[in-house]
């Protein structure tokens, strides 16, 4: 099992996660119309060249998504029960087509589950940043994890 079991996380563990992706301008308009979003700040090229930005801004749901993808293998892949919530969410800095993106995880808190005595619950800090190491995303998630098989 690539992923940690609930007993395999500490408090404070930090994970830099090797795999990054560059994101595209196909990721932005897939992402946007499979999501029904159409702002054209995502999906308008010539509308994006009004705005501050002078192109079209990647859709910032993917960007999250993207960010708490990278992080799966090294944290949750095979051992995650479910997503229970997201507490916080920031986006310091605009992402575009043509940037590359990696991610930080760090854990926050970890506690038995009250009702399911079989699983637990981390909380993770995720980070990600572009390729010239700014933060472009942060988020708290609260993640339902299997204990170790008995």
């Known amino acids: 099992m690539a992923g940690r079991y609930f007993e395999d996380f500490e408090i404070g563990q930090t994970f830099t996660h090797e795999v990054r992706r560059t994101v595209t301008d196909m990721d932005n308009i897939l992402f946007s119309s499979l999501t029904y979003n159409p702002a054209a700040i ?3 090229a010539e509308y994006a060249k009004d705005t501050e930005f002078g192109k ?3 859709n910032s749901i993917f960007t999250l998504g993207l960010v708490v993808g990278l992080s799966i293998y090294d944290t949750t892949l095979g051992t995650t029960v479910g997503n229970l919530g ?8 605009p992402v575009f087509a043509g940037d ?3 991610s930080e995880s760090k854990v926050v808190a970890i506690r038995s589950s009250k009702s399911r005595p079989n699983q637990g619950i981390v909380t993770f800090e995720h980070r990600g940043f572009n390729q010239r190491g700014e ?3 942060y988020c708290r998630r609260v993640a339902l994890m ?4 008995a």
Do not use: G, Q, S, Y
């Open 135 to 137: 933060e472009v995303a």
């Open 56 to 58: 079209p801004l990647m």
């Open 86 to 93: 997201w507490e916080e969410v920031r986006f310091a800095k």
């Open 146 to 149: 299997l204990r170790k098989p």
């Open 100 to 102: 590359t993106l990696r």
């Open 42 to 44: 995502h999906i308008d």
